[in-house]
């Protein structure tokens, strides 16, 4: 008996998904009392049945969104490869995996998520790509003089997280972890030979 197969989602149907993935990063993204399932779909322009039909519990949108903005950070990691300046690459990236934490941080507070082996196996396919991407562009700015010798990608995520999560959300949250990472990339740079 042959395989039935899979019919590729309409049109509609992925432009419908996309939109429910962009409004829920804006709405939930922000956490508060106004971050609903409901508010998702007004955004998203579609109905609440749709938003449930793409996305059947709390948890899939979640992962969905999360998933959706790892893969993008990734591709523009992978991107930036060919950046003539690599520590320049790694402090643009760095800054755009702000907005990610920005992002989960508030989809956190607005929702309950249980993390399932499904996920846990996409996000560490996505940081071993990830890793392995930064890992280059910074063996390629330690080659050219522009970034101490030994610095990791670990070493990168880790600061970056602790800056992240060391202080509440807030009103000039951002610029504050931004400025800060801007130090702490400033002192990747090697230093001067006495």
């Not at 670990?154 to 610029?175: K, S, V």
Request: aromatic content about 6%; hydrophobic content about 45%.
């Amino acid at each position: 008996m042959a395989e039935p197969r899979m019919r590729k989602p309409r049109a509609d149907a992925l432009k419908n998904r996309e939109l429910l993935i962009s409004a829920a990063r804006e709405v939930l993204g922000k956490g508060g009392p106004n971050a609903s399932l409901e508010a998702v779909a007004r955004q998203a322009g579609v109905g609440i049945g749709t938003l449930y039909r793409h996305f059947p519990t709390r948890e899939a949108l979640f992962h969905a969104v999360f998933s959706h903005d790892l893969e993008t950070l990734v591709q523009s990691a992978e991107a930036m490869e060919a950046d003539a300046d690599p520590l320049n690459a790694v402090r643009r990236w760095l800054h755009s995996n702000v907005a990610l934490v920005e992002t989960k941080r508030g989809m956190l507070g607005a929702l309950s998520v249980v993390m399932t082996d499904e996920s846990k196996q996409t996000y560490a396919q996505l940081s071993e790509r990830l890793s392995k991407t930064i890992n280059r562009l910074l063996a390629r700015a330690a080659a050219e003089g522009r970034v101490r010798d030994g610095v990791t990608a670990e070493d990168l995520m880790q600061t970056m997280y602790a800056l992240c999560y060391a202080r509440a959300p807030g009103p000039g949250w951002r610029e504050q972890i931004l400025r800060l990472l801007d130090i702490f990339i400033d002192g990747l740079r090697p230093m001067p030979r006495t």
